[in-house]
Structures are given as C-alpha cells and as structure tokens.
C-alpha cells in the first residue's frame, strides 16, 4: 500500500474524507457550501477532513470540471438546466452558484489541496457522452503526478480505469462498488484491474470482506457514511477510510 500512504488510517481510526468536500446532510448551523466546489472544500477542510472526495467530467473545451451532475440543474436549484458538456470552461466558470461560489476545474481544486497537503479522490464520472474523453483527459492532466500529493482515482467503471491504467500506470486507483454490482463489480473485476483500493457501499463492509480486501493488498474505504453509529462499526472492523458528508460530525464520533 505504498502508493496509498496518504489514504491509510490515521490515529487507529479511518482516515476522514470530505464528500464532494461537504454536503448539507445534517442540520448544520447557517447551511453549508455548495457541493463539489471551493467552498466546499475549505468547508471540509475547517471541519477536520484529512482528505476530499470530488467528481469530474469533460467540458466543452476539454478540461475537467468538478461536478457530479451531468447537467447545472440540481447545482443552480433549477436556475440553469444546460449539460456540461455543452460548455466551454470559461461559462461554466461564470455560473453562479449559492453562497457566492463559482464551478471550478480540476487543475483549480488540486492547485488548492496541494498547498495544504490535503489527499484527493477524483471520481471519473460514467453517465458522459464520452467516458474515453474523461479518461484521456484525466490521463493527461495526472500522469505527471506528484507522489508527494496523494491522489486516488475512482470510477464505478472497471473500463475506464482499466483505460486510465494504461495511460496513467502510476497513478493509484480505486474502484467503486455499489450493493447491485458486488459480485461483478469486486469479486471478479478488482485483481484483474490490478486497482489498489475497493471503495464499498458501506453496507456492504462486513469483516469477512475487509479481511479479504486487506489480505489481498487492498485499502478499503466506506461510502457514503453519516451516521455515527455505522462509522463506529466501520472503524472497529478496520475501514480504512470514511467517505462522508459531515466530517466534523464523524471526527467527534471517532475521537
């Protein structure tokens, strides 16, 4: 696990990674950033996150910019119903979102988690009109990676990281595994892949399938986990890491 130094536990406890940096799941007080953004981020940061988790997909112009959605709907509140992929980064640079933040590119987010050592998981999005686009322009722009950086890639496409592995081989990589795709997803596509870590639905974290994953050189993150009660069974049975939306909510469960 070498390559995922900046992903392992921390303190005896399962290393915190902020969810699209923070997202309003729980009642916090004045609200919280909206998702997948700076702002977001600086969020997650604040609230004791040693890592973020965020999303990517292809814009109009080529780069990759942090979102989950194929479309601005869900991220405008309906304002802006355009497709992404439409857009050429400097519009989508120019949406306006809540709470005063902007979209932001990858290179945008990175530039901003290496200055403060903050480990990144970049999910590559699958419902793209096209996945080789994301994975070439992921390739492109991580291959140079700095290994003092960590960086996680992640998809819940066994193609498009097997694409991404052979452009970008020292790159780590993650894949993710919803309960409907575990035993074609995990069980037969994980040694093949050769990926370096299994990211679980975190139902579908027993002790039996941990054990397994570590046994077999795997780190193993949960996601998305927000109850406190579930993060403490994670953390007893050796999770390695929490993907979650509440950092400061499971750092005070953990501590």
């Given at each position: 696990m070498i390559r995922l130094q900046g992903f392992s536990r921390v303190h005896g406890r399962p290393r915190i990674l902020g969810h699209r940096g923070v997202r309003a799941a729980d009642a916090?007080?004045?609200g919280v950033p909206p998702e997948n953004t700076l702002a977001a981020f600086e969020q997650a940061l604040r609230e004791g996150a040693e890592g973020i988790e965020l999303?990517?997909?292809?814009?109009?112009?080529?780069?990759l910019v942090v979102l989950h959605d194929p479309t601005?709907?869900?991220i405008t509140a309906g304002a802006d119903t355009r497709a992404a992929f439409d857009l050429p980064a400097?519009?989508?640079?120019?949406?306006?979102?809540?709470?005063g933040a902007t979209l932001s590119l990858l290179t945008e987010v990175l530039a901003f988690a290496r200055a403060r050592r903050l480990p990144v998981n970049v999910e590559l999005k699958r419902d793209v009109p096209s996945r080789t686009a994301v994975v070439v322009a992921a390739a492109r722009l991580l291959r140079s990676w700095d290994p003092a950086h960590p960086i996680l890639v992640s998809s819940f496409d066994p193609a498009m990281l097997a694409g991404f592995a052979?452009?970008?081989?020292?790159?780590p990589r993650a894949i993710l595994v919803h309960p409907e795709q575990w035993r074609r997803t995990a069980l037969v596509a994980a040694h093949p892949l050769d990926v370096d870590a299994v990211h679980?639905?975190?139902?579908?974290a027993t002790p039996e399938r941990v054990a397994g994953l570590h046994a077999a050189g795997k780190l193993v993150n949960a996601w998305t986990v927000n109850d406190v009660d579930e993060a403490r069974r994670l953390a007893t049975i050796g999770v390695d890491g929490l993907i979650t939306d509440v950092p400061a909510l499971l750092l005070a469960a953990l501590a």
């Open positions: 916090r007080p004045g999303d990517v997909r292809v814009c109009a112009t080529g780069e601005l709907e869900r400097r519009e989508l640079a120019r949406v306006p979102l809540a709470r052979w452009l970008a081989p020292r790159v679980l639905e975190h139902t579908l």
